[in-house]
């Protein structure tokens, strides 16, 4: 079963400094039908002009994960980490007991655009940490590249979480598969361009939520096509 969340249905905000649409239920946007997604919770993409972001402010008991598309965002937190993050980066931060944090865009001239991505722990009360690692465009092209996992395996970014996180970039017509094991759903987001999903065409900000399949394909249909796609418990 595969379940369609369009991008132009997406809470919106657009407060001059920041262009976000919401998949799900955030702050000042709330749908009961749009709550999250197995231990999805928040996904958001950003559009920050320069030199403007959030000011510090505090997280408890969740995994955040940033992908940045375009530009830099600079993170700054209270556990001593600071860094510029780019395309390609992959940033996890778990608040656990409390964190703060800030995040700007790290230009004086171009705007950053990023989705920032909210997972249930599967524990409370965790040791706040953090990590960033980058993976390239060669690394994701043409296959699905786990970039976030439980267990932080090939080289994934540790999410506390029963979840496996791919990113990938396809070319027109190329086409990449992923088996989904007993009691498991995925969230496929498109990042930019435009992916069929077990035949489902999806475009640009356009999400599926799927459950009670065994294989799910997915073969771009425009050039430079890039999503993220979640594997979860059910």
């Known amino acids: 079963m595969i379940t369609l969340r369009p991008s132009h249905e997406r809470g919106a905000v657009n407060i001059g400094w920041l262009d976000s649409r919401h998949s799900f239920s955030f702050g000042n946007y709330y749908d009961p039908q749009h ?18 972001g959030f000011a510090t402010h505090g997280h408890r008991d969740m995994e955040i994960v940033t992908y940045v598309l375009s530009g830099a965002l600079e993170h700054k937190d209270s556990i001593g980490n600071g860094a510029i993050m780019r395309p390609g980066d992959v940033q996890r931060m778990s608040a656990g007991t409390g964190i703060l944090h800030s995040e700007y865009n790290a230009s004086t001239t171009e705007p950053v655009h990023l989705l920032q991505i909210w997972i249930l722990p599967g524990q409370l009360g965790i040791e706040p940490s953090y990590e960033q690692v980058f993976f390239s465009d060669e690394q994701k092209q043409g296959h699905l590249k786990l970039v976030g996992s439980q267990d932080g395996r090939d080289g994934s970014v540790t999410i506390h979480q029963d979840v496996s996180l791919y990113a990938s970039l396809l070319q027109t017509g190329q086409q990449v598969t992923h088996r989904l094991g007993r009691d498991r759903s995925a969230w496929v987001q498109v990042a930019r361009g435009a992916v069929e999903v077990n035949g489902q065409p999806l475009h640009a900000g356009d999400a599926a939520a799927i459950a009670q399949e065994s294989a799910i394909e997915l073969k771009a249909i425009a050039d430079q096509t890039e999503f993220l796609l979640f594997d979860m418990v059910a």
Do not use: T, W
Not at 35 to 52: A, C, H, T, W, Y
């Open 35 to 52: 709550m999250g997604f197995s231990s999805l919770r928040v996904i958001n993409e950003d559009k920050v002009q320069p030199s403007q």
